[in-house]
């Protein structure tokens, strides 16, 4: 059978070609060539688009029939684009999807200030549907983002960060845009708001299950698969939720390796398999595995207020298939 994905994007196959033209079309500059370079270099480096085909078939699911979708799409992969490219500065990354990031390619300042064109480029996109309320929900969903970005830098390499801080960041940083991007799908196509309302929810529940299982590969996933290698995060010293749950279980030994490790920096080599040995021995891979499964199902019950559609039954298998990758 084929992966829910791969169904979206054959069904709206010409929707996502028009939105790749937007997108090539829009992030064009007459009076700097250095714009389309660094963003061609990262649009083309492939990745599934999923935040974009999520507003098409919300929008979709919802009964529209109009073209704003694509415009919307566009503008969510616009607001992605950009905080990646922000993101690899901050991460001070080195590759994203098995290629050299644009600040390695480039520099910092070229990545910062193409993601924030791209960020005025995707202000602009939005208005032209008309709508307030889609420009009041992804405006919200920027601000989200970058608040969520600045909590997890003061709270990176805190050993006392609680998962309830975790939380909040991943709400910030992936669920807000899965979120808004099913939700502006909705209200592009003039659903009821208690539809919207559960596009929205959908939305936030799977962007977290995604999140969530996106820390667990970085322990146990494929380098050729997910486009970085394992152990990327525990050598960027983040804290992500299988580690949140080893310190809170660990003895002071566990502590000590941890405070090492993380919070000085000081790794070496074999510190990555006791990490992985740690969090298995203290059942932190599973624990992270069973909160994915919990927001995986969270997101597929949130579908039950949306109308019975091959969209909606799509929606249930991808938020299945977001953690089938850590089962």
């Not at 616009?78 to 999807?97: G, K, M, N, P, Y």
């Not at 596009?199 to 997910?226: E, M, P």
């Not at 624990?287 to 249930?316: C, G, M, N, Q, Y």
């Amino acid at each position: 059978m084929s992966k829910p994905l791969d169904r979206l994007t054959a069904r709206f196959e010409a929707k996502l070609v028009a939105v790749g033209d937007l997108i090539r079309t829009r992030m064009e500059s007459r009076h700097a060539p250095r714009i389309p370079e660094v963003t061609a270099h990262l649009v083309g480096a492939g990745g599934k688009r999923l935040r974009p085909m999520l507003t098409l078939a919300a929008a979709d699911l919802c009964g529209y029939r109009g073209v704003d979708d694509e415009k919307l799409a566009a503008t969510v992969e616009f607001i992605h684009t950009a905080t990646l490219l922000h993101d690899d500065v901050v991460d001070e990354s080195s590759q994203r999807r098995g290629r050299a990031t644009a600040n390695l390619l480039w520099d910092n300042k070229s990545s910062i200030l193409v993601g924030d064109y791209l960020f005025s480029r995707s202000f602009q996109l939005m208005v032209e549907t008309g709508s307030l309320r889609v420009l009041d929900i992804l405006a919200n969903a920027s601000a989200t983002i970058a608040e969520g970005e600045v909590l997890q830098l003061t709270a990176a390499r805190d050993l006392a960060t609680t998962e309830d801080t975790y939380l909040q960041v991943v709400r910030g940083k992936t669920a807000a845009l899965f979120a808004a991007a099913t939700e502006v799908g909705g209200v592009i196509a003039g659903a009821p708001e208690h539809q919207v309302l559960a596009l929205h929810a959908y939305g936030d529940a799977l962007g977290i299950a995604f999140q969530i299982a996106d820390d667990l590969l970085d322990f146990q996933g494929d380098a050729a698969a997910t486009g970085k290698n394992v152990g990327d995060d525990f050598r960027e010293r983040k804290l992500t939720l299988p580690i949140i749950k080893a310190i809170a279980v660990g003895g002071a030994a566990d502590h000590d390796f941890w405070r090492r490790t993380i919070e000085q920096g000081d790794q070496k080599d074999g510190d990555l398999d006791r990490a992985i040995a740690l969090m298995q021995s203290h059942g932190a891979l599973d624990a992270a595995r069973s909160d994915a499964r919990e927001w995986a199902t969270k997101a597929i019950r949130s579908l039950d207020a949306l109308p019975d559609h091959p969209v909606r039954a799509t929606f249930a298998e991808l938020a299945d298939y977001v953690i089938s990758r850590v089962a």
